[in-house]
Protein backbone atom coordinates (compact mmCIF):
# COMPACT_ATOMS: atom_id res chain seq x y z
CA UNK A 1 0.00 0.00 0.00
CA UNK A 2 0.95 3.40 -0.60
CA UNK A 3 -0.49 6.71 1.07
CA UNK A 4 -1.08 10.19 0.48
CA UNK A 5 0.50 12.65 3.19
CA UNK A 6 -2.77 13.69 5.11
CA UNK A 7 -0.84 17.12 6.00
CA UNK A 8 -1.14 18.32 2.17
CA UNK A 9 -4.37 20.21 2.57
CA UNK A 10 -5.90 19.20 -0.77
CA UNK A 11 -5.60 15.21 0.97
CA UNK A 12 -6.63 16.58 4.39
CA UNK A 13 -10.11 17.52 3.13
CA UNK A 14 -10.79 14.60 1.13
CA UNK A 15 -9.98 12.32 4.29
CA UNK A 16 -11.81 14.43 6.69
CA UNK A 17 -14.12 16.76 4.71
CA UNK A 18 -15.78 14.13 2.54
CA UNK A 19 -19.73 13.79 2.28
CA UNK A 20 -19.26 10.09 3.38
CA UNK A 21 -16.68 11.36 6.01
CA UNK A 22 -18.64 12.05 8.99
CA UNK A 23 -18.14 9.08 11.10
CA UNK A 24 -14.11 9.70 10.22
CA UNK A 25 -14.60 13.49 11.50
CA UNK A 26 -16.85 12.91 14.44
CA UNK A 27 -13.90 10.27 15.51
CA UNK A 28 -11.04 12.83 14.54
CA UNK A 29 -12.73 15.56 16.49
CA UNK A 30 -13.81 13.40 19.88
CA UNK A 31 -10.03 12.86 19.87
CA UNK A 32 -8.90 15.86 19.76
CA UNK A 33 -10.96 18.12 21.11
CA UNK A 34 -12.50 15.68 23.48
CA UNK A 35 -9.40 13.68 24.48
CA UNK A 36 -11.24 10.80 23.21
CA UNK A 37 -14.21 10.52 24.91
CA UNK A 38 -17.70 10.24 22.75
CA UNK A 39 -19.29 13.81 22.76
CA UNK A 40 -19.72 14.98 19.71
CA UNK A 41 -22.39 12.00 18.31
CA UNK A 42 -23.52 13.93 14.80
CA UNK A 43 -22.26 16.81 13.19
CA UNK A 44 -22.99 18.22 9.51
CA UNK A 45 -20.11 19.43 7.34
CA UNK A 46 -21.18 22.62 6.00
CA UNK A 47 -18.31 22.84 2.99
CA UNK A 48 -17.78 19.38 1.88
CA UNK A 49 -15.01 17.89 -0.24
CA UNK A 50 -16.06 18.36 -3.91
CA UNK A 51 -13.59 16.93 -6.52
CA UNK A 52 -15.11 19.10 -9.12
CA UNK A 53 -14.25 22.44 -7.67
CA UNK A 54 -11.20 21.45 -5.88
CA UNK A 55 -9.82 20.86 -9.55
CA UNK A 56 -9.01 24.93 -9.30
CA UNK A 57 -7.75 25.11 -6.13
CA UNK A 58 -8.56 29.12 -5.71
CA UNK A 59 -12.28 28.77 -6.48
CA UNK A 60 -12.28 26.58 -2.79
CA UNK A 61 -11.62 26.79 0.68
CA UNK A 62 -9.00 23.90 1.84
CA UNK A 63 -10.15 23.99 5.54
CA UNK A 64 -13.28 22.20 6.82
CA UNK A 65 -16.09 23.52 8.79
CA UNK A 66 -18.60 22.01 10.56
CA UNK A 67 -21.84 21.89 12.59
CA UNK A 68 -21.61 19.90 15.54
CA UNK A 69 -24.72 18.40 17.60
CA UNK A 70 -24.84 21.14 19.88
CA UNK A 71 -24.68 23.61 16.93
CA UNK A 72 -21.23 24.94 17.73
CA UNK A 73 -19.28 25.89 14.59
CA UNK A 74 -16.12 24.20 14.15
CA UNK A 75 -13.52 25.32 11.93
CA UNK A 76 -10.63 22.41 10.85
CA UNK A 77 -7.48 23.51 8.77
CA UNK A 78 -3.81 22.18 8.78
CA UNK A 79 -0.80 24.20 8.10
CA UNK A 80 3.19 23.59 6.40
CA UNK A 81 4.59 25.98 7.25
CA UNK A 82 4.52 29.12 9.61
CA UNK A 83 4.20 32.36 6.94
CA UNK A 84 4.55 35.97 8.82
CA UNK A 85 0.84 36.35 9.23
CA UNK A 86 0.14 32.71 10.44
CA UNK A 87 -1.10 33.93 13.81
CA UNK A 88 -3.61 37.22 11.68
CA UNK A 89 -4.86 34.35 9.66
CA UNK A 90 -5.88 32.06 12.83
CA UNK A 91 -7.79 35.12 14.46
CA UNK A 92 -9.77 35.91 11.43
CA UNK A 93 -10.76 32.40 10.87
CA UNK A 94 -11.71 32.79 14.46
CA UNK A 95 -13.80 35.91 14.01
CA UNK A 96 -15.32 34.67 10.97
CA UNK A 97 -16.28 31.06 12.11
CA UNK A 98 -18.45 33.27 14.71
CA UNK A 99 -20.09 35.88 13.12
CA UNK A 100 -20.52 34.31 9.53
CA UNK A 101 -23.63 32.76 11.61
CA UNK A 102 -25.50 35.57 11.46
CA UNK A 103 -27.47 37.31 8.55
CA UNK A 104 -28.13 40.29 10.67
CA UNK A 105 -26.47 41.81 12.97
CA UNK A 106 -29.29 41.74 15.99
CA UNK A 107 -29.50 38.12 16.64
CA UNK A 108 -26.95 37.77 18.87
CA UNK A 109 -29.03 34.79 20.36
CA UNK A 110 -28.57 32.66 17.97
CA UNK A 111 -24.77 32.65 17.86
CA UNK A 112 -23.11 29.21 19.32
CA UNK A 113 -20.00 28.72 20.21
CA UNK A 114 -17.49 28.89 18.02
CA UNK A 115 -13.89 26.74 17.76
CA UNK A 116 -10.74 26.85 15.55
CA UNK A 117 -8.48 23.76 15.21
CA UNK A 118 -5.33 24.61 13.95
CA UNK A 119 -3.03 21.53 12.86
CA UNK A 120 0.34 22.78 12.07
CA UNK A 121 3.49 20.93 10.76
CA UNK A 122 6.18 23.31 11.97
CA UNK A 123 6.69 24.49 15.71
CA UNK A 124 4.30 27.38 16.68
CA UNK A 125 5.01 27.90 20.32
CA UNK A 126 8.48 28.21 20.83
CA UNK A 127 8.90 28.49 24.67
CA UNK A 128 10.38 25.33 25.44
CA UNK A 129 8.45 25.17 28.16
CA UNK A 130 5.51 24.47 25.85
CA UNK A 131 5.81 20.85 25.61
CA UNK A 132 2.40 19.68 25.21
CA UNK A 133 1.11 18.70 21.58
CA UNK A 134 -2.46 20.01 21.54
CA UNK A 135 -2.73 23.50 23.37
CA UNK A 136 -6.48 25.14 23.80
CA UNK A 137 -7.50 28.51 24.41
CA UNK A 138 -10.07 30.28 25.72
CA UNK A 139 -10.54 34.02 27.09
CA UNK A 140 -9.53 34.97 30.36
CA UNK A 141 -8.72 38.07 32.72
CA UNK A 142 -5.67 39.52 31.74
CA UNK A 143 -4.31 39.12 35.18
CA UNK A 144 -6.44 37.10 37.48
CA UNK A 145 -6.91 34.55 35.61
CA UNK A 146 -10.65 33.59 36.11
CA UNK A 147 -12.75 32.70 32.34
CA UNK A 148 -15.22 34.76 30.61
CA UNK A 149 -18.44 33.33 32.00
CA UNK A 150 -19.35 32.29 28.20
CA UNK A 151 -16.82 29.91 26.63
CA UNK A 152 -18.48 30.78 22.93
CA UNK A 153 -15.10 31.45 21.49
CA UNK A 154 -11.79 28.53 21.79
CA UNK A 155 -8.46 28.38 19.49
CA UNK A 156 -6.92 24.32 19.81
CA UNK A 157 -3.63 24.72 18.20
CA UNK A 158 -2.24 20.71 17.19
CA UNK A 159 1.60 21.24 16.24
CA UNK A 160 3.02 17.44 14.84
CA UNK A 161 6.64 18.11 15.28
CA UNK A 162 5.77 18.08 19.13
CA UNK A 163 4.49 14.27 18.69
CA UNK A 164 7.40 11.97 19.32
CA UNK A 165 5.57 8.38 19.68
CA UNK A 166 6.17 5.84 17.67
CA UNK A 167 3.39 2.98 16.37
CA UNK A 168 3.86 0.90 19.23
CA UNK A 169 4.10 3.42 22.01
CA UNK A 170 0.23 4.77 20.85
CA UNK A 171 -2.07 3.70 23.23
CA UNK A 172 -5.35 6.69 23.17
CA UNK A 173 -7.51 7.27 20.52
CA UNK A 174 -5.43 11.13 20.70
CA UNK A 175 -2.09 9.45 19.95
CA UNK A 176 -3.64 7.18 16.87
CA UNK A 177 -5.09 10.20 15.16
CA UNK A 178 -2.37 12.35 15.67
CA UNK A 179 0.32 9.34 14.26
CA UNK A 180 -1.94 9.48 11.22
CA UNK A 181 -1.99 12.78 10.50
CA UNK A 182 1.74 12.77 10.81
CA UNK A 183 3.12 9.45 9.25
CA UNK A 184 0.51 8.00 7.16
CA UNK A 185 2.53 8.67 4.20
CA UNK A 186 5.22 6.63 5.44
CA UNK A 187 3.09 3.49 6.16
CA UNK A 188 3.17 0.41 4.13
CA UNK A 189 -0.08 -0.99 4.94
CA UNK A 190 -2.68 -0.66 7.73
CA UNK A 191 -1.26 -1.48 11.22
CA UNK A 192 -3.49 -3.31 13.49
CA UNK A 193 -3.40 -0.71 16.19
CA UNK A 194 -4.48 1.72 13.96
CA UNK A 195 -7.34 -0.36 11.76
CA UNK A 196 -9.07 -1.16 15.18
CA UNK A 197 -10.34 2.40 14.96
CA UNK A 198 -12.52 1.75 12.18
CA UNK A 199 -13.03 5.43 11.50
CA UNK A 200 -8.75 5.32 10.88
CA UNK A 201 -9.08 2.45 8.89
CA UNK A 202 -11.55 4.19 6.49
CA UNK A 203 -9.43 7.46 6.59
CA UNK A 204 -6.28 5.29 5.52
CA UNK A 205 -8.31 3.79 2.63
CA UNK A 206 -9.14 7.11 1.38
CA UNK A 207 -5.64 7.88 1.28
CA UNK A 208 -4.88 4.67 -0.12
CA UNK A 209 -3.15 6.43 -3.74
CA UNK A 210 -4.81 3.25 -5.46
CA UNK A 211 -8.35 4.57 -4.27
CA UNK A 212 -7.43 7.46 -6.04
CA UNK A 213 -7.61 8.71 -9.35
CA UNK A 214 -4.67 10.24 -11.56
CA UNK A 215 -5.93 13.40 -11.54
CA UNK A 216 -6.49 13.62 -7.81
CA UNK A 217 -2.84 11.83 -7.64
CA UNK A 218 -1.95 15.07 -9.80
CA UNK A 219 -3.54 17.56 -7.53
CA UNK A 220 -2.14 15.82 -4.59
CA UNK A 221 1.54 15.95 -5.77
CA UNK A 222 1.30 19.32 -7.20
CA UNK A 223 -0.10 20.97 -3.90
CA UNK A 224 2.46 19.18 -1.66
CA UNK A 225 5.33 20.82 -3.90
CA UNK A 226 3.63 23.80 -3.67
CA UNK A 227 3.50 23.88 -0.07
Same mark, same amino acid.
Do not use: C
Given at each position: ?20 S ?14 ? *? ?13 L ?11 N ?15 E ?5 AF??G ?6 K ?13 L ?11 F ?20 DK ?6 V?L ?6 L ?5 T ?15 ? *?????N ?11 ? *? ?8 I ?5 E ?11
Amino acid at each position: MDFVSPKVDYAFKKILGSEESTEILISFLNAIIYGG *EKTIESLTIINPFNLGKAINLKDTSLNITAVLFDSSVVVIEIEFAGMTAFSKGVMYNFVKGYGNQLKTEDDFLLLHPAIVLTITDFIFFKDKKVVDVINSFVFKHEDKNWKYPDVELRLIFVELPKFKKTLAELETLTEKWIFFLK *EAAQLNDIPESLGVVAEI *EQALDIANKINMTPEELEIVERRAIAL
